[in-house]
Structures are given as C-alpha cells and as structure tokens.
C-alpha cells in the first residue's frame, strides 16, 4: 500500500553559510523510472556521510541520492558548524552525562571528526571547510562561571584537557570585554558547514570509481514496498531500491515513523555583512573563532574567515514547533534579539550590519536518544541527532550502511543500545509544556543570551 509523505522540508530565511560562497554545482531533478541498489533520502551529513560509506564497502553497488532542495540550502547549511567532540547534551540545563556514556560519546565524536578531515583530505577541501581550532565555553558573569566550573571538574574526571580563560584573554581572543572568563576545549572542529557539504557531494560524484548519482529539488513524496524492493516516488520520477537509508532528521515523523516521538524545535540566527579592514583593525582579536555559552540557552557567537569574508554570526532563541515550520515574521522578531546581542558584545561595530537571517530545524527526543535502525523490512532510519547534526548525523549515516551491509561497527552496537525515543504528551499539551521549558530555561540563561 503506498504510504504519502505528509510534509516536505520548509526552511525560511537564506541558507547563509551557502549563500557566501555563491554559485553552487546544480544537479539535476530525479525523472522518470530507474532503478538503483541503495536509495538515500537527504543530502545532509547523515544522507552524505551514509554515501561516502557506501563507496568504501560497497564500492560496485548503484547509489541515488535524493535531496528535497539545493546541496547545503536545508539544516546543513544552517547550522553553526560546530563538530564537538565533547559531552554536549542540549536537552537538559547543562552539558555533561554519566562519565561512562560521556567516554563513549567522546570516542564517537571523534571517529566522526575523523571521517570528516579525512573526507577533507580526500577531495582536496580549502582548509576553512574543517578546521580543528577548539572551542571556547564564554561565560559572561558568576552565573556563566559557575557553569564552566562545573563543567571543568567533569573534564578532569573524564582527562580530557580544557585551558581556564580571564577576561584579558577572552579579549585578546574576541575583541570584546563582554565575557569576564572562558573555558578553552581544544578538541572541537570548526566546519563552514555548507562548503564541507557542496565539497563532499562533489568528491563523492567526481572522484569515486562508482560515484552516486545525486538528485535535486526531488524530494521523495510517497513509498510503497513492492516485492523484495522499494518504490520510492518524487514529482518527476519513480525509483525502485533495494535498500533506503532515510536521512530526513526530524521529517522522519513525515515518513509515518516514529509519530509523536520527535521534538521540532527551531534555533535562529544572524550573520553579518563581510567585515572591512577597518572594521577588523577595529574589533581586534583573532580572525577565526568559537564561542558556545556555558548555559546552553545563551548566544553562540562565532567568527568565520574565509570565502565570502569575514563575518559574525549569533544565534540564540528557541520554540518547540510540531508543525516544522516558523515564519518569516518570527526571524525577523527574533533578530531584534541578535541585533540586542551583537551591539552588548562588539559596540565598536555599531555600523556593521546583519546580512542574513534565519531558522535552524532541530530534531530532539524527550530521553535524548536517536531515531535509528531497520524501521522496516530494508528501509533504515539515521534520524534525530538531539540538536547535534554535524558529529551524531555524521554517525548515523555511517552506522545505518554498517548495519544494512551487516559491518561489525562500535557506531551501531551505541546507536542500537538505546531505548525507542519516547512518547510525547498529547497536543497542545507538548507545545505549551515544551515552550514554557524553552522560555524558563532562557530565562534563566540571563545575560548570557
């Protein structure tokens, strides 16, 4: 019986990380009716990262790529491009777990670290596309120091190295006497996310024996299972797989799997205009830098140098939205709030404007855990990255091939120990109870935001 796929992604404001970098690589819109060994659905890290371990496992096998928009244009070119290798737990009021389950994770960062410098490697990426620089946990009072405190003591009990900041450092680091302290991590892995993305569909379809075939602007809009196979059907093509690797995050939901299990939430963003000499000469600091807040409510402020120049970009506020779609009235509103956090930081940037603004698609579960594994007969979820979509999408793309080819893989035997995400409250229920956690916890993040 064929099953309709009640939504596709919608994603206002511009995809800034791609935006400056201009004219991408076009594929072409997936037409008529073809056949093909692996079909994967979305061209983000998951959907990529599950392609690249095709072609080193199943080299000879036929690989279709399906992305509902452009290469870079979805989540992947709107994230931060932060590739933590840390504990990062965004779901709850701080960063660290159980010391055992944060040494797993660390171990699993790490691989997907490595898989993406040596994908950076192999395909010749400029060095801005990964970049392992470290991170800084900013702390802006008592309140932000007592985090980071914290979080340090649970670095020392994992041995993982972290470096205390002053103030005068924090300056000479960012330019701005807004942070009174810092905590230094230099383990994480700066991404500009939607180069390492274009670059790596490019690698993939120029520089394999075997490459896949990647399909724009196709978004999948009904399956059925016929036979042994899959059909998997876009507005101008019908495609019959043996295997599919659903790559959708969040839009896992749309699929029909796991209904009321996934949490939609949405984080907003702001990127400068290009800096001038003058204006660099100004702020001071380094050229390339990462801020995380030490409350994970608070601003994540980075500076990016690189293709499209030197900009700034800021995000902070979060809504839960079932319906995986905010509007354009809302970024707007929300850019007040990047605007009021961007002046707080650099007032010697007053005339520096914001060049683009935007929504990010989060996927969370209520237990934190991942929407992954054989869903059905040979249609396999690398789905809900709990707000982590660089490194945990990374993984689950890498772990969906490993376990649909039957690879012995650290990556699966994690994915598959976890319990199903759990089930959410009825709504609106969910949606009054999630945005009165988001707006208390905010509010508790105070002038960290």
Same mark, same amino acid.
């Given at each position: 019986?064929?099953?309709?796929v ?8 511009p995809?800034?990380?791609s ?19 692996? &079909?994967?659905?979305?061209?983000g =890290? ?6 690249k ?5 199943r ?7 399906l992305?509902?928009?452009r ?9 931060s ?12 009021g701080?960063y660290?777990?159980? &010391?055992?389950?944060?040494k797993k994770?660390?171990?699993l960062?790490?691989?997907?670290q490595? =898989? ?11 060095e ?5 620089v470290g991170?800084i946990?900013g ?7 007592h985090? $980071? ?5 649970h ?10 900041l ?5 300056q000479e ?24 993305i274009?670059?790596l ?15 724009e602007?196709s978004?999948?809009?009904?399956f059925?299972?016929?036979?042994g196979?899959?059909?998997v059907t ?11 690797i ?6 896992a939901?749309?699929?029909? =799997?796991?209904?009321?299990?996934l ?5 907003y ?12 000469e ?11 807040p ?12 690189g ?6 970009v ?7 939205d ?6 354009n009235k809302r ?35 209520? $237990? ?14 690398a789905?809900c990255q ?10 689950a ?7 649909a ?5 650290p ?12 089930l &959410?409250?009825?709504?609106p229920?969910?949606?009054i109870?999630? $945005? ?5 916890r905010?509010?508790k993040?105070?002038?960290e935001?």
């Amino acid at each position: 019986m064929q099953q309709i796929v009640k939504k596709l992604p919608r994603d206002p404001g511009p995809a800034a990380w791609s935006a400056i970098l201009g004219p991408a690589a076009q594929y072409p819109e997936a037409e008529g009716d073809f056949t093909t060994d692996w &079909l994967i659905i979305g061209a983000g =890290f998951a959907g990529l990262s599950a392609a690249k371990r095709l072609t080193e496992l199943r080299g000879g096998d036929t690989v279709t790529i399906l992305d509902a928009t452009r290469i870079a244009d979805g989540p992947a070119g709107r994230n931060s491009g932060f590739m933590i290798d840390l504990p990062h737990e965004l779901g709850s009021g701080g960063y660290a777990a159980a &010391l055992d389950s944060d040494k797993k994770q660390i171990a699993l960062n790490r691989h997907a670290q490595e =898989f993406a410098k040596a994908n950076a490697e192999a395909y010749g990426m400029p060095e801005e596309a990964v970049r392992l620089v470290g991170r800084i946990n900013g702390a802006v009072n008592a309140h932000g120091k007592h985090h $980071n405190e914290a979080y340090a003591a649970h670095l020392a009990n994992l041995g993982e190295a972290y470096t205390h900041l002053s103030a005068a450092q924090m300056q000479e680091i960012t330019g701005s006497e807004f942070y009174s302290s810092g905590l230094f991590m230099p383990g994480a892995v700066m991404l500009q996310p939607a180069l390492y993305i274009r670059q790596l569909a490019e690698g993939l379809t120029t520089k394999e024996a075997k490459p896949p075939q990647i399909f724009e602007n196709s978004p999948a809009i009904a399956f059925e299972r016929q036979g042994g196979s899959w059909v998997v059907t876009t507005p101008k093509a019908k495609i019959t797989a043996k295997t599919v690797i659903m790559a959708v995050n969040g839009h896992a939901e749309s699929f029909g =799997f796991f209904k009321q299990r996934l949490m939609h939430v949405f984080t907003y963003a702001s990127m400068t205009e290009a800096l001038t000499s003058e204006q660099q000469e100004r702020l001071g600091g380094a050229k390339s830098w990462g801020i995380t807040p030490s409350d994970p409510m608070g601003s994540t402020v980075r500076r990016h140098d690189g293709i499209g120049g030197n900009r700034i970009v800021i995000r902070n506020r979060w809504t839960f939205d079932p319906s995986m779609e905010v509007s354009n009235k809302r970024i707007a509103a929300f850019g007040r709030n990047h605007d009021a956090s961007f002046r707080a930081r650099f007032p010697m940037l007053d005339d520096v404007k914001m060049a683009y603004r935007w929504s990010g698609r989060l996927c969370l579960s209520r $237990n934190s855990v991942p929407a992954f594994g054989e869903v059905e007969e040979n249609w396999y979820s690398a789905c809900c990255q709990n707000g982590l979509g660089t490194a945990k999408g990374t993984l689950a793309g890498i772990a969906a091939i490993d376990l649909a080819t039957r690879a012995n893989s650290p990556i699966v035997d994690d994915l598959l120990s976890y319990e199903q995400p759990q089930l &959410l409250p009825p709504r609106p229920l969910s949606t009054i109870g999630a $945005n009165l956690v988001l707006r208390w916890r905010e509010f508790k993040a105070g002038a960290e935001i």
